[in-house]
């Protein structure tokens, strides 16, 4: 059995799955979207945590 033949390949194909492990796959235009859809969970949390205003009470 050749451990040579192998290890080159498998080499290879490690440093490839680090390499893209490690980029930053976020595109420009999904950082406004990120933004967006984070700013409408800060609101859904806040409306969630704040208790019912005075003339919703019964």
Same mark, same amino acid.
Request: hydrophobic share 35%; aromatic share 4%; net charge neutral.
């Given at each position: 059995?050749?451990?040579?033949?192998?290890?080159?390949?498998? *080499?290879?194909? =490690?440093? *490839?799955? *680090?390499?893209? =492990?490690?980029?930053?796959?976020?595109?420009?235009?999904?950082?406004?979207?990120?933004?967006?859809?984070?700013?409408?969970?800060?609101?859904?949390?806040?409306? *969630?945590?704040?208790?019912?205003?005075?003339?919703?009470?019964?």
């Amino acid at each position: 059995m050749d451990i040579k033949k192998y290890f080159k390949p498998l *080499l290879l194909l =490690g440093i *490839l799955l *680090l390499s893209v =492990g490690c980029t930053n796959s976020e595109d420009v235009g999904s950082n406004a979207a990120k933004s967006e859809s984070e700013q409408n969970i800060r609101v859904v949390l806040q409306k *969630l945590s704040t208790g019912p205003h005075d003339d919703q009470k019964s």
